[in-house]
T-cell receptor, first 113, second 115 residues
Framework: GENVEQHPSTLSVQEGDSAVIKCTYSDSASNYFPWYKQELGKRPQLIIDIRSNVGEKKDQRIAVTLNKTAKHFSLHITETQPEDSAVYFCAASSTGGGNKLTFGTGTQLKVEL | DSGVTQTPKHLITATGQRVTLRCSPR?????VYWYQQSLDQGLQFLIQYYNGEERAKGNILERFSAQQFPDLHSELNLSSLELGDSALYFC??????????????FGPGTRLTVL
């Protein structure tokens, strides 16, 4: 089955700096890669996603890149703000797998003033 | 608010008991997914239903079962509860769930504590 690895497990940045979180996946059939933000005790919230026919996608301060050959994808947050502090999860899914999401282990992002 | 609702928000019970968690998907969504989030296992897929039929199964224990009703709401039944079943249980829904991959939107979760 699919296996998703995520790094780093914790990330501390200064407000205004950029943050990058990286994930790798194992199943070449995976074709959908969402990123979720989860605040303590709350539900995971979809912040951006990318499909396998696209190499990069951007939404304001957030961008995701996908390298299908290397089977890795990354989340980039620019101009970080304190409200960006949360746990971020990457995930992978494939049509053949019933669309179930296989999640990475999460990255605790802390944006310091 | 994602439009996905879950009840109850919190559940405290004893080992050996049985509980039922309920989920109502977003209006128009046909697929419901159940995930378990624990400190040591992270977010794990349990089971998916699409329009009333089981579509995919993850690492769901035999003590756990689920179903999706004609009105598309879903219930997750957990029986013979053990301490290790304590976790956050999330339900998510998506428009389709087969044929093409689409976004999944998560409900607020049910926090289960087994004492």
């Amino acid at each position: 089955g699919e296996n998703v690895e995520q790094h780093p497990s914790t990330l501390s940045v200064q407000e205004g700096d950029s943050a990058v979180i990286k994930c790798t996946y194992s199943d070449s059939a995976s074709n959908y890669f969402p990123w979720y933000k989860q605040e303590l005790g709350k539900r995971p919230q979809l912040i951006i996603d990318i499909r396998s026919n696209v190499g990069e996608k951007k939404d304001q301060r957030i961008a995701v890149t996908l390298n299908k050959t290397a089977k890795h994808f990354s989340l980039h947050i620019t101009e970080t703000q304190p409200e960006d502090s949360a746990v971020y999860f990457c995930a992978a899914s494939s049509t053949g797998g019933g669309n179930k999401l296989t999640f990475g282990t999460g990255t605790q992002l802390k944006v310091e003033l | 608010d994602s439009g996905v609702t879950q009840t109850p928000k919190h559940l405290i019970t004893a080992t050996g008991q049985r509980v039922t968690l309920r989920c109502s998907p977003r209006s128009g969504d046909l697929s419901v997914y159940w995930y378990q989030q624990s400190l040591d296992q992270g977010l794990q897929f349990l089971i998916q239903y699409y329009n009333g039929e089981e579509r995919a199964k993850g690492n769901i224990l035999e003590r756990f079962s689920a179903q999706q009703f004609p009105d598309l709401h879903s219930e997750l039944n957990l029986s013979s509860l053990e301490l290790g079943d304590s976790a956050l249980y999330f339900c998510a829904s998506s428009v389709r769930g087969q044929g093409s991959v689409d976004e999944q939107f998560f409900g607020p979760g049910t926090r289960l504590t087994v004492l």
